[in-house]
């Protein structure tokens, strides 16, 4: 997680009103979703919890859409989906299948 972290950082660097997730209506670029989880961050280092919580944390932060999803299952399965998107690049190849989050 911490390499999706700091690719998400890079790319709000290089490009911070490029979007990085779509879903339903919400829409997040990169700037907004690093701003996002970088905020979460001090949060959660505080209260003794990872970085991986402050992503995503900053992820429903920049897209309620995702806490209007019915099930626990559903839910998940949509929250892996965009961390397998936002990690298509970063070698594993796992997100190479998924053109869109819906």
Do not use: K, Q
Request: hydrophobic letters at 40%; glycine letters at 10%; a negative charge.
């Amino acid at each position: 997680m911490l390499d999706l972290i700091e690719d998400i950082r890079r790319r709000a660097e290089i490009t911070p009103r490029l979007t990085a997730v779509r879903f339903g209506d919400d829409v997040v670029t990169y700037g907004a979703l690093d701003e996002a989880i970088d905020s979460y961050r001090s949060v959660m280092d505080r209260h003794g919890m990872s970085h991986d919580a402050a992503f995503h944390a900053g992820l429903i932060h920049c897209m309620p859409g995702l806490t209007r999803i019915d099930g626990a299952a559903e839910r998940n399965r949509v929250m892996s989906d965009i961390v397998a998107w936002l990690g298509r690049e970063l070698g594993g190849g796992e997100g190479r299948r998924l053109r869109a989050v819906s």
